[in-house]
């Protein structure tokens, strides 16, 4: 008998495979469905993604997340990058930077981002794109820094040495080798910064000012006055870019390990 | 073969390292020093924590010694960085960057030193060539088996012409048959290009195949240093004898008039500086076979096996202890498992060692 | 280029922390600070007003019209209510994710690789459209709801806007917590060991309870605390699908950030969330270090 086999954990994980994706088939079927009703079905159309393209203020909502997601992620993983540069080698206060970089983690969501509501408000920190970029930076550190830094544990520092072996400086090594070397980590970190940026809906809600509306955030404002088709095609339409950047990452992260 | 106005290709002068700091300071390298001439094959042999491969680190730059100076060629290096040392290595692990062509890879010290694209193109190629690996240049690493990354990572160390080319137990990844092989052609490329080579290594036979000059090593010091023969002839040291080939160890007394007693009656005519106990030791293959009562020893046969060309017996002594000894074939019928025999120790066969 | 390491690793290091830092713990300190503080008139903070535990005071007592305190248990209901839903998703999720990791764990390396990304997707997706696809199948008019009343011998019952609707809601979402640790311990688990167990007579059964649950032990609470925490601070989840019904401590700590306007208060609600996390962190922490010792 096989000691790894255990009886019904098959059948208990196909089942739970089902509660974790059906919802998402589900919505992403009813995304389809050209019923204004939005749970009555009737034929397939593709007539509500046609629907949300024209509407302006998701237009709006849309590119509004995607320019932060971009400025955050990339300022989360320089910052990120350079953390993980410098925690490489065992140091006195590694253990203490690590759980500062990881606090973003651990913390309850609502908590810091209310927090951050009190602090830009106290300093008079108009609320807006800008406040919002600042806070996803902060969270979306550590979600790039254990990409860069896992990509870094497995990189021996022998590599390195080899190149300074053959003649290439400090700068050169780090511009010839370990660059090029920690490049899939780097992505990685960067793809996961951007999701979770992308996806945030908490901290936005609170720091958005008139006009700078997230796509989560009017995902959010729209559910409250009811279910439509539309909310439908745009979810899909986020389901579907999260599960590609997640699985862009996931194999960035393995390349040439 | 030393010639005084040139300087040796690596001089170490009193060289000492440990790691760590304060009461956990570890010390692994005592007091080294060492000369290696010029086109030599020079191999650093000892088990594993000798500090060996520490010295070899010390010298490509990846360490800084704690005393003692280094120099290459007469130029002192003890404090340049590895980029401006003229050595390079060949890692145990090959280091082959993986995000590079096997082309692109030999090449990475070329760029560095400036050299215009054409003279890199042309220098690629022969390096390539003499480790025959010309018609793999456009692969990767992950692409090759062992054999060949080996001779890649040799290739990239030899094409820049270093001074001093260091090799890092490179053999110990590959399986025996392998390793045969590559020892030839190391010893072939030596020769060809002409280049001061210095090797580590655990494997004694690997260091006495190869060298010129071996300096074996324990807990942070050289032991003995010479050529192989007079290594494994003449060891001076108890560890040395023992570390490198079969070897049978024998306690016996200095007397104060001359000869070693090994046992009642058994006297070996030696001469010792200082009367008192002493370990003697002698090569299975130089001791002989005597009629019972007329050797230096008697002894009993407890176990014999045919080796091909001769025959390894191991016999029992009358305090004790085991001793082997190697039979040719051409010197008489074996003796039976079992029989009584007698022991010769021929006093030019035997050293008497230093603990 | 700097040569002293030192200097050159905390130049490298300070950019990241100095964010996290100002951006979530001078926020954090300042918080505690307006959690003492009174009601403003147009901003939500007086910040001349004098520091008082009055907050604190209110989540359970509050003044009657005579100036007598009375208990107010609404607060209390609900943080109890916070409490008991973290701690129900979690044993859901431990129940659903053990038998899934042990199985990962036995697969191939494709199949591994495959299902430890069928298991990361969910937890990047978005947390709002996930519970949403919830909301969807459990609506009133919807085909389940709709089944569901065909076959219940009870009448019609409400699927949507009740606990056990954000019980499903937060288990969807935290799943993935909990599997992802105890598959990490199972990878790594010497499984040689189950066969000496099995060799020294004892069965699939007695074997599961006496070799692989000590040893999924760390992995078992690393999950909880990770599906824990998040669940106490859930807002999506009850948003969505308590439907105003069954409020969570992230629910009224919006509210008074929104409708009410009562950001002092809302401030102590959040220490007393961030309170609550820190304690079930250290038992845990401490239940961890009774073992190992």
Known sequence: MNPRRFPFTREISLAVMAYLYVPVVVLIAYSFNANRTATIWTHASVSWYGRILENPSIQAAAWNSLVLAVCAATAATLLALLAALSTRRDFLGRG???????????????????????????????????????????????????????????????????????YASRFRTFRRVTMPMLWPGVMAGFTLAFVTSLDDFLTSFFLSGPGTTTLPVYIFSAIRSGISPEINAISAVMLVVSVLLVALSFFLGRLRR | MTDASVPPAVSIRNVSKSFGKGIYTVPVLDDVSLNIDRREFFTLLGPSGCGKTTLLRLIAGFETANAGTIAIEGQDVTAAPPFHRPVNTVFQSYALFPHLTVEQNVAFALVEQGLAREAIRTRVGEALEMVRMGAFARRRPAELSGGQQQRVALARALAPRPRVLLLDEPLSALDLKLRKEMQLELKQLQAEAGITFLFVTHDQEEALTLSDRVAVMQAGKILQMGPPREIYERPTHRFVADFIGDINLLEGEALPGGGVRLGPGAVVPLTCATPGKVTIAIRPERARLATVGEGTLDATVIHSAYLGTAMLHKLGLPDGSTFLLRQSESSGPPPETGSRVGLTLPGEAIRVLLQ | MMHNPTLRRASLLTPAIAVILLLIGVPLCLMGWISLLGKGTSSGVDWASLPSVANYVRLVWEEDFDGTMILNSSYLVIFLRSVVLAAVTTIFSLLLGLPVALWMAGLSRTGRDAMLLLITIPFWTNLLVRNYAWLIILREDGWVAKSVNAISPFGPVQLLYNDTAVAIGLTYSFLPFMILPLYTVFEKFDWRLLEAAYDLGATRKRALRRVLLPIATPGIMAGSLLVFIPCLGAFVTPALLGGGKTLMLGNIIQMQFGASRNWPFGASLSVILLAAMLIVMTAMALLRNRRTA
Do not use: K, W
């Not at chain 1, 609502?110 to 406040?131: E, N, P, Q």
């Not at chain 1, 919002?132 to 790039?144: E, L, R």
């Open chain 1, 96 to 166: 203490a930077a690590e759980t500062v970089l990881n606090m973003p983690l651990i913390l309850p969501e609502i908590v810091v981002a209310v927090a951050t509501l009190l602090l830009f408000v106290a300093l008079g920190v108009h609320l807006g794109l800008t406040a919002m970029m600042a806070a996803h930076t902060a969270f979306c550190i550590p979600f790039a820094y254990l990409p860069i830094r896992a990509r870094l544990d497995g990189m021996s520092g022998t590599y390195e040495e080899a190149a300074q072996d053959l």
